[in-house]
């Protein structure tokens, strides 16, 4: 089975590109295997010493990570895409991970058997690494429409089918009424983040990669339990807030990928949107939920 090229992306945190870099060498043969690692170039003064120590930690690794360190600062967009678009002029697929994250041990087996498994299965758009806690899995995978970010795989034909064009998706989505269904019933608010990308509010490569994949009506895979961990959410990203977001522990689950029933799963979608409900307070306006949470709002602000 042949193996894909890992393309790390990083920029001023050392101790989260050492920490990522630590979980990947319990992963099987990673020492073999192809990386690149993307570092992008200070956004001020102040950023030029971690952009330096970020460099010694990569090349610290090994002196076969071919290290790819921009001189200016190009910003996340940018970077992802252009670091994506320089592995895949060489190989046919591709394993991506931001410094934020951590790898379960099985994840580059994960990807490399979903890469080989669904290689000619136009179908599917990715393979993803995390997963958010749903609940009572049967199967050790499932799919949903469109494609995400923390940890993850595809092929050079799927991302060349990227609309980079923010406006384009919108126009897209909208003329064909899939607000809706795009925003999960109202769970999460992707059509806004594709908005306020149009508008140049935001840079985010990931809602564009989401949106095309979802526009051509392709599916990713993602494991039952999770194999990523977002630790960045330390406030420290560039798009990363604190939060009350847990990590969990990791296993050595490594699952196995079926090509008999590759749809949509709507049990997971409709636990996803309970999970983003929850998590986010996005209940519909008929929803107990929504007041629920108002209500405690009201007496927490009356007894302060």
């Not at 000619?120 to 990715?126: L, T």
């Not at 923390?150 to 989505?173: C, M, P, V, Y």
């Not at 095309?212 to 977002?230: C, G, K």
């Not at 983003?276 to 709002?297: C, E, Q």
Request: glycine content about 4%; overall charge positive; hydrophobic content about 40%.
């Amino acid at each position: 089975m042949s193996t894909a090229p890992i393309a790390i992306f990083a920029f001023n945190r050392p101790g989260h590109l050492r920490r990522l870099l630590d979980s990947l060498q319990k992963n099987d043969n990673f020492m073999k295997e192809k990386v690149f690692v993307f570092i992008d170039g200070p956004h001020s003064k102040s950023d030029i010493e971690k952009v330096i120590e970020v460099n010694e930690v990569a090349k610290s690794y090994s002196t076969d990570f071919e290290v790819v360190a921009s001189v200016e600062n190009r910003g996340l967009s940018a970077s992802i895409f252009a670091g994506i678009d320089h592995v895949l002029t060489s190989f046919d697929r591709i394993i991506v991970l931001e410094d934020d994250l951590v790898v379960a041990r099985n994840f580059l087996n994960y990807c490399n058997n979903g890469l080989e498994i669904y290689a000619h299965d136009v179908r599917i758009a990715s393979i993803q690494g995390f997963t958010p806690d749903v609940k009572n899995m049967k199967d050790e995978i499932y799919f949903l429409r469109g494609a995400d970010c923390w940890g993850w795989a595809t092929w050079k034909d799927r991302w060349s089918a990227i609309e980079r064009d923010s406006k384009k998706l919108l126009s897209e989505i909208e003329q064909k009424g899939l607000q809706k269904s795009f925003d999960l019933d109202g769970a999460y608010p992707y059509t806004k983040m594709l908005q306020r990308q149009a508008l140049g509010q935001v840079d985010s490569w990931a809602i564009r990669w989401h949106a095309s994949m979802f526009l051509q009506d392709r599916l990713s895979v993602y494991p039952s339990d999770t194999l990523i961990e977002n630790m960045g959410q330390d406030g420290s990203g560039t798009h990363q807030r604190a939060s009350f977001f847990v990590p969990r522990i990791l296993s050595d689950f490594l699952p196995e990928f079926t090509v008999d029933y590759v749809e949509e799963n709507i049990k997971i979608r409709k636990q996803l949107k309970k999970f983003l409900r929850k998590k986010y307070g996005t209940y519909s306006v008929l929803s107990p939920h929504k007041y629920i949470k108002y209500a405690k709002k009201l007496i927490s602000r009356a007894f302060k």
